[in-house]
């Protein structure tokens, strides 16, 4: 809440949520206070042996106060939905942005890998006023990233990609944290998340051991793993061109269309499930042969596939 | 004081054969089939189920009272939490009050002998003892580490305990919930006296029928998806790996599916209950009782469509949110009308407060501010904040046990004098009854403020900026414990030494006090006749419907 010392909140978006938490509360503890006085006077008044007047009650108090209330409830509570929907549905916009962070979820750890391939364990560091995308998985069970200084909180699952997406506005240092219960060490699932302003930002990440960027591990990857002998332009067996296909609309064999999104890819990369139309189901399965780091950069590459493509037809 | 007149005069009571005194072997007692019997071994057996799952979570709050890991391992912490929601939902919370106030007064209040299937009623409490026994050994002797919600990848892949057996423990309760379920629908459509019609009901009855009606339909859920967390941990057959293609989001669906409408399971059968007591101790009829029998049904129908919102940040659907946000604003509005409805049957009463009275409006303070908070977790963009923090914890407990533990402890004092024909010691009963609001209180109020602040649930070692809520929680935990030792002591002290109650010692309407305490084994002699609505305690308005302008009682007939 506004005031509390150890949930400052760092983000438009925080201070909307507390706007809206401590609106609600007013108007709940309204409804409440409301009942609580009532419940009170009527026990003193009408308790028993007391003066007051037990007159038969009027008609109208049998049905029409009966009805208004039920009303002017259902109204109430439609009025709090459409409001709270309202900020649900403008908080889905995902913002434009190339600042992605890759998050791994493992028991008892978080891993975190930064746009220009730095890796951090319990910890995350963003640019201030810059829009960050995570894009979180995990390697075992289901794990969520909470991060109260900025209001928000995602399950990340295994063998699928959530997001979240923010935009930090006060340099600080603050905490995330592990919120779905995932076995003995949950409560040491926990970091700092640290908020640096941009040329802080710039500085800490030129300091960080030289490695590849993702994408170049991936360019790698794709070479090692046998991946270009089928999908490089050119070679003799007929498989999809990676080109623009990231964010692309994929026409499936058997009917049906799906975007080809992280999600998809790792699919297709570990299960080879979703086989476009038009081509062989020949492709083998990497299940257990690729792991989900590696995973992470053939995805980075082939992402960054598209952006050349974007970038070349600009 | 009561409107009621009664044909027979209570008989001396001492030597009356009554359902107690007829038998008194052990054997009589594990072969009864007398529904007041069953609800006597089903009070005996939840009450020591909710002390051990008492006891569980008394050791999680002196743990919590540093941040720092003092007492246990971080492993048998999570064994301890798990231990005390597993038992506390299916050995205690669940079965309740259906099974000890429902089981005795269903068939009182609708005027039968019986329930409708009696051997059944004897089975669904071996099955209970079964699984539950079964249980607790399981969680005793080798731990489960999963929290009540056995979420999936965890409990079917990577938890260490004996998931499977506790499992199989829940399967077997589970359909001694689905007998009492069959057994109540059967009695109340099959069995109610002439001229108990389905609007004389009281409203209890109509609680427990709506109840029965959750339990047969969503329990058998819980056995599926029991079943195929079995499956899959111990034949391996992938369901929800997401290694082998499985989806772990669907056991949060099923399993939600159920334990949603079990939260309805938990608080119908206590709104039943303070609805008797609200009226008998206000000597009011109930004001606006068809709205309030819709209500209990609305709640049940509406209930089971409100899963989806304990998956707002579980990654499911936007639209999905939407929707299931929307039908959980709409499921508080009868919750609402209902709360409306008990203070206005205040309104023009001749209110005493006697201590089931200060435990309904316990009931009435606490279910409504867990109730009000119910709207910020239906919320989307607050419950993403809030979604496994303590200010959820905060919120079931509200309603739960500040809900559901209070009317099960003011039914139990209500109808005490009908079950053992002695009145409790009534100061000492107001005293467990204050004290129980404040221990309550104490210990789950600043757990709405951690909450905000986000401190996240099932953690054993946790920032030290949350101290002192989690301080003032367990000193009001303390507080709690002695709260509910108190009626075990001067309860068991009124079985021997407590003052002879008389048939109505309370002067109530309903038809359960038209016979003698303790009842006689066939409940009546011969078959009440019924001729107007529940809750005649003063003149009908001069003004008002028709089901309220009945002729005067005639109470049950010999």
């Known amino acids: ?314 | 004081m009561t409107d009621t007149t009664l044909e027979f005069a209570p008989a001396a009571e001492p030597l009356e054969k009554n359902y107690l005194n007829e038998e008194t072997t052990l054997w009589s007692w594990l072969t009864t089939t007398d529904h007041k019997r069953i609800g006597i071994l089903y009070t005996l057996s939840i009450t020591f189920f909710f002390f051990i799952g008492g006891l569980a979570i008394g050791v999680v709050r002196l743990e919590l009272m540093t941040p720092h890991a003092d007492i246990v391992s971080a492993e048998a912490y999570n064994r301890l939490f798990s231990l005390h929601g597993i038992i506390m939902v299916w050995f205690f919370l669940v079965p309740s009050i259906p099974t000890t106030l429902g089981n005795f007064l269903v068939p009182m209040m609708i005027g039968a002998h019986d329930v409708a299937f009696p051997r059944l009623n004897l089975l669904s409490w071996y099955l209970f003892m079964l699984g539950a026994l079964f249980t607790l050994y399981v969680l005793i002797a080798g731990g489960v580490d999963t929290g009540w919600t056995f979420y999936t990848p965890l409990s079917t892949s990577y938890a260490t305990g004996h998931v499977a057996a506790a499992a199989a423990g829940v399967f077997v309760a589970g359909f001694s919930t689905i007998a009492t379920g069959v057994n109540f629908v059967a009695t109340i459509h099959m069995l109610r006296a002439p001229g108990m019609t389905w609007f004389r009901l009281p409203l209890f009855v109509w609680s427990m029928y709506a109840v029965s009606l959750v339990m047969l339909l969503a329990t058998p859920v819980l056995a599926m998806t029991l079943l195929l967390i079995f499956a899959e941990r111990v034949f391996g057959m992938p369901v929800f790996d997401p290694a082998q293609g499985g989806d772990p989001l669907l056991f949060q669906h099923l399993f939600w599916f159920y334990s949603h409408p079990a939260v309805y399971i938990m608080i119908l059968p206590a709104m039943g209950v303070v609805s008797e007591i609200f009226t008998c101790f206000a000597r009011r009829r109930i004001f606006g009782y068809t709205f309030m029998v819709y209500a209990l049904l609305a709640i049940a129908v509406v209930g089971f469509m409100v899963w989806g919102h304990h998956m707002f940040v579980a990654g499911q659907s936007a639209l999905a949110d939407l929707v299931f946000s929307f039908l959980s604003f709409i499921v508080a509005v009868p919750s609402a009308i209902k709360v409306f409805n008990w203070t206005a049957t205040l309104y023009r009463g001749q209110i005493s407060f006697e201590a089931p009275m200060l435990y309904a409006m316990g009931f009435l303070a606490l279910f409504t501010l867990g109730g009000l908070t119910g709207l910020h977790l239906a919320s989307v963009p607050l419950d993403i904040h809030l979604h496994d923090t303590y200010f959820v914890i905060a919120h079931f407990h509200f309603i739960m046990v500040g809900g559901t533990v209070s009317a099960f402890l003011g039914g139990i004092h209500y109808w005490w004098p009908k079950f053992t024909g002695r009145m409790y010691p009534e100061s000492w009963a107001r005293f467990a009854a204050i004290t129980m609001s404040i221990g309550f209180i104490t210990t789950f109020l600043p757990q709405y403020v951690m909450g905000y602040a986000g401190m996240p649930r099932r953690y054993q070692i946790y920032l030290p900026q949350f101290q002192i809520y989690h301080v003032i929680s367990s000193v009001g935990a303390m507080i709690l414990a002695v709260a509910y030792i108190m009626p075990l002591l001067y309860l068991g002290w009124s079985l021997l030494y407590g003052r002879r109650a008389g048939s109505n010692p309370w002067g109530a309407t309903g038809l359960e006090w038209q016979t003698s305490s303790p009842p006689p084994k066939e409940n009546f002699h011969g078959t009440p006749r019924v001729v107007e609505g529940p809750y005649v305690y003063h003149d009908a308005e001069t003004a008002s419907g028709s089901e309220q302008a009945a002729p005067r009682p005639q109470g049950a007939h010999r």
């Open chain 1, 1 to 314: 809440m506004i005031g509390f010392s150890d949930v400052p909140e760092i983000s438009q978006y925080a201070s909307a949520i507390d706007v809206k938490f401590i609106v609600l509360t007013a108007l709940t503890g309204a409804m409440g206070i409301l009942v609580f006085v009532l419940v009170i006077v009527f026990s003193i008044r009408y308790r028993r042996g007391s003066p007051a007047s037990r007159a038969p009650l009027p008609r109208w108090m049998q049905r029409d106060v009966e009805i208004g209330w039920t009303v002017a409830t259902l109204f109430t509570f439609l009025f709090v939905f459409w409001w709270m929907a309202g900020a649900q549905l403008s908080a889905l916009a995902q913002p434009k942005t190339n600042f992605e962070i890759h998050i791994e979820a493992k028991q008892w750890m978080w891993k975190v890998e930064q746009p220009n391939g730095a890796r951090e364990i319990n910890a995350i560091h963003v640019p201030a006023n810059t829009d960050v995308r995570l894009i979180m998985t995990s390697d075992d069970v289901i794990h969520s990233l909470f991060l109260p200084a900025l209001r928000i909180k995602r399950d990340v699952l295994p063998g699928r990609y959530t997001y979240l997406w923010f935009k930090a506005q006060r340099p600080g240092t603050y905490n995330f944290m592990c919120t779905q219960f995932c076995g003995t060490d949950h409560a040491r699932m926990i970091g700092h998340f640290v908020v640096m302003t941009p040329e802080d930002y710039a500085r800490w990440s030129m300091a960080q051991p030289e490695t590849d960027d993702l994408a170049r591990e991936g360019a790698r990857l794709f070479v090692s793993f046998g991946c270009s002998g089928c999908h490089a332009p050119g070679s003799r067996v007929h498989a999809p061109d990676l080109h623009g296909l990231y964010g692309r609309q994929i026409p499936l064999d058997g009917g049906g269309f799906v975007t080809a999104d992280e999600t998809y890819i790792r699919d297709c990369i570990l299960l080879n499930k979703h086989i476009p139309a038009g081509y062989p189901p020949v492709m083998p399965h990497f299940q257990g042969v690729v792991n989900e780091e590696q995973v992470t950069s053939l995805l980075a590459y082939i992402r960054s596939l598209s952006a050349e493509q974007q970038g070349a037809s600009r």
